[in-house]
């Protein structure tokens, strides 16, 4: 009998963590330039930048302009903990590192993951039904979809949300018999906790990358529940997916 995969997007069919990373890298370079013997050290300044990021995940959500807001913000932040005036430049400066998270180019570099490609065609194969549910920026999530080429396997069963939670994923499951439909992320809290609420079955493959992601209270014990380490174990153990 054919199933139904609601797949996730980021850190699950293609790397997004990386560029993240990446931003935050060159943001710390021109800390260390800026301010000289005067610049925190890196782990201070990182864990400045993640808490001042996750407290605007809550008036912001995932929208684009939270995380350059985010490095602007831990760059005013420095400045008054150091009794220095925050410049426009200076401000606009750690905006646009905030902005490198969003290179195409590094999108279509990295393409998709290791076996993504292999076990989609597979399910297709297999004649299931396919959905991609994420959650971000509407304008970057459009992007990435396109530059990774993912909607040729999606057609129109493609939706961007701004937030994952039981609600938004029994309207994508509708009146399908929630036995036969299978979410798959890679996240407790954004993927795991939403799929189990709403009484569907889920495929856990751990990649969470943020500390946004990390605040959960681990793996729940669930009938519901498969762990796979990689995305291909989906192909290679489909018989244990009923």
């Given at each position: 009998?054919?199933?139904?995969?609601?797949f996730?997007?980021?850190?699950?069919?293609?790397?997004?963590?990386?560029?993240?990373?990446?931003?935050?890298?060159?943001?710390?370079?021109?800390?260390?330039?800026?301010?000289?013997?005067?610049?925190?050290?890196?782990?201070?300044?990182?864990?400045?930048?993640?808490?001042?990021?996750?407290?605007?995940?809550?008036?912001?959500?995932?929208?684009?302009?939270?995380?350059?807001?985010?490095?602007?913000?831990?760059?005013?932040t420095?400045?008054?903990?150091?009794?220095?005036?925050?410049?426009e430049e200076?401000?606009?400066?750690?905006?646009?590192?905030?902005?490198?998270?969003?290179?195409?180019s590094?999108?279509?570099?990295?393409?998709?993951?290791?076996?993504?490609?292999?076990?989609?065609?597979?399910l297709?194969?297999?004649?299931?039904?396919l959905?991609?549910?994420?959650?971000?920026?509407?304008?970057?999530?459009?992007?990435?979809?396109?530059?990774?080429?993912?909607?040729?396997?999606?057609?129109?069963?493609i939706?961007?949300?701004?937030?994952?939670?039981?609600?938004?994923?029994l309207?994508?499951?509708?009146?399908?018999?929630?036995e036969?439909?299978?979410?798959?992320?890679?996240?407790?809290?954004?993927d795991?906790?939403p799929?189990?609420?709403?009484?569907?079955?889920?495929?856990?493959?751990?990649?969470?990358?943020?500390?946004?992601?990390m605040?959960?209270?681990?793996?729940?014990?669930?009938?519901?529940?498969?762990?796979?380490?990689?995305?291909?174990?989906?192909?290679e153990?489909?018989?244990?997916?009923?």
């Amino acid at each position: 009998m054919e199933k139904t995969f609601i797949f996730d997007y980021d850190d699950l069919l293609a790397p997004n963590e990386f560029t993240y990373s990446l931003a935050q890298l060159e943001f710390a370079r021109w800390i260390l330039d800026e301010f000289e013997m005067k610049a925190p050290d890196i782990p201070t300044l990182m864990n400045l930048h993640v808490n001042i990021d996750k407290k605007f995940v809550e008036t912001m959500g995932f929208s684009r302009e939270r995380f350059p807001t985010s490095f602007k913000e831990t760059y005013r932040t420095i400045c008054n903990s150091r009794d220095i005036k925050p410049s426009e430049e200076g401000l606009n400066y750690a905006y646009q590192f905030g902005m490198l998270a969003f290179d195409e180019s590094l999108w279509k570099e990295k393409g998709l993951v290791k076996g993504a490609k292999e076990t989609i065609e597979f399910l297709v194969e297999q004649k299931d039904e396919l959905l991609l549910l994420t959650k971000g920026d509407l304008r970057v999530q459009e992007r990435k979809i396109e530059i990774t080429g993912v909607k040729k396997w999606f057609g129109e069963n493609i939706y961007i949300v701004s937030k994952k939670d039981e609600k938004i994923l029994l309207n994508c499951v509708g009146e399908r018999n929630k036995e036969r439909v299978w979410h798959i992320g890679n996240s407790i809290r954004s993927d795991v906790e939403p799929a189990l609420k709403a009484g569907i079955r889920m495929i856990y493959i751990p990649c969470e990358t943020w500390a946004y992601e990390m605040e959960h209270k681990g793996v729940p014990e669930n009938k519901n529940l498969l762990t796979f380490s990689k995305i291909l174990e989906i192909k290679e153990k489909y018989s244990l997916i009923e």
